[in-house]
């Protein structure tokens, strides 16, 4: 039996990309979910389909952005569930500007997105977690090394490590906390990946076309998850990058600088 039957999930950003290949994978296990993110319409569609494997299945409006939506939507999980056996924070926005370039409003949104609300949302279920449940954070390989137009967004998932890292040793006994870091995924995160103006970039971009696909990529998710591991890579050459800016920094450098970012 896997892991996942009959337990209770929760997935943010769960209405198209990695979010909803995660839901359709752990429905196709057997889990009840939850599913979260700002479109409800998109939610009600991956939800008709996870019903097509799985018993229970819910939706939440949820928007990062406003706490006051964090707060909502963590009161309406917590009516819905008796517990929460697995909180993934999954939603999240991309960039697409020079750091030197990127209005100040655009960073704080992105932090916001993809830091603050996370760590909000996490803080506000934490006392409905079953006594042994598991967060997965899904980072980016960019939350372990910089690259160019990524800043803020490279940034704020280095946050997310910090202090996930951090809980995962502080709540070792009651915890298992898995960190994907994706790398170019064939999702359109980058349609809506904020420019320096803070207007959406509104293209996919060949990188992400040319991508793994997103079920490939919530197959392996889960796949390490279960397996116990903190960390994940799930990408191609992007990998080498991360192993070049352990070990080679000088080459890392002048690799990045020659990728195209797009």
Not at 48 to 57: E, S
Request: contains cysteine.
């Amino acid at each position: 039996m896997s892991l996942l039957q009959g337990k209770y999930v929760v997935i943010t950003g769960a209405s198209s990309g990695i979010g909803e290949a995660l839901a359709l994978e752990a429905a196709s296990k057997g889990a009840r979910l939850i599913l979260a993110a700002r479109r409800l319409e998109e939610l009600e569609r991956v939800k008709k389909a996870c019903l097509q494997q799985t018993d229970w299945c819910e939706v939440v409006a949820l928007d990062l952005s406003q706490e006051a939506s964090v707060v909502t939507a963590a009161a309406a999980i917590r009516k819905l569930t008796p517990h929460i056996d697995i909180l993934v924070n999954n939603a999240g926005i991309s960039q697409r500007a020079r750091a030197s370039q990127a209005s100040f409003e655009s960073e704080k949104h992105i932090m916001q997105v993809n830091f603050f609300g996370p760590v909000y949302l996490t803080k506000l279920l934490f006392p409905h977690f079953a006594p042994q449940a598991g967060i997965i954070i899904t980072s980016s390989v960019v939350g372990l090394f910089g690259f160019p137009t990524r800043s803020t967004y490279s940034a704020s998932k280095h946050a997310l490590h910090g202090y996930f890292n951090t809980m995962a040793i502080e709540e070792r006994e009651r915890l298992k906390i898995t960190i994907a870091c994706p790398g170019r995924i064939n999702t359109p995160i980058s349609f809506s990946a904020v420019t320096g103006e803070g207007k959406a970039h509104g293209q996919m971009d060949q990188g992400q076309a040319n991508g793994i696909p997103a079920d490939v990529c919530a197959r392996k998710i889960w796949s390490a998850y279960q397996a116990g591991k903190p960390l994940v890579l799930v990408a191609k050459g992007e990998k080498l990058l991360y192993w070049f800016s352990k070990y080679i920094p000088p080459l890392y450098r002048y690799i990045s600088s020659k990728v195209s970012p797009l």
